[in-house]
């Protein structure tokens, strides 16, 4: 799962103090939240019983009331991956402002993903 590595890195740094200008949870974090079946004091509780990312991965996996399948993690993935501002002018006025605020001159983002990518000075995909 690709935005679970992110999620356990946040919620670590805020259990140490050390969150600076990140936000745990976000959104994404909920949908993750919402796909274990966990609320997020029980998810900082496991992320402090688990310093091993796998191992807690694999406990979060085992939380699922049934199996979970390549397609239900696929799914997941593209939900988070192709969330925009679209049709909401606020959170659209919002997007272009942090786009501007990188300074990167692009003008073909259109998701949170990418922008995100481009704020932490990642390769931009899609």
Excluded: C
């Excluded at 939900?79 to 659209?92: C, H, L, M, V, W």
């Excluded at 003008?107 to 931009?124: G, N, P, R």
């Amino acid at each position: 799962m690709r935005w679970l590595p992110r999620m356990i890195d946040r919620a670590r740094a805020q259990s140490a103090g050390t969150l600076g200008e990140y936000d745990f949870p976000t959104k994404v974090d909920g949908y993750l939240l919402d796909f274990f079946g966990i609320d997020v004091d029980a998810f900082v509780a496991q992320v402090a019983a688990t310093p091993n990312d796998d191992e807690l991965a694999a406990r979060l996996l085992a939380r699922r009331d049934r199996v979970t399948l390549e397609g239900d993690i696929e799914a997941l993935n593209e939900r988070i991956s192709a969330r925009s501002p679209a049709g909401d002018p606020e959170r659209e006025a919002e997007f272009r402002e942090r786009l501007r605020a990188t300074g990167s001159g692009h003008t073909d983002i259109a998701t949170y993903f990418q922008l995100l990518a481009l704020e932490e000075h990642h390769e931009v995909v899609g």
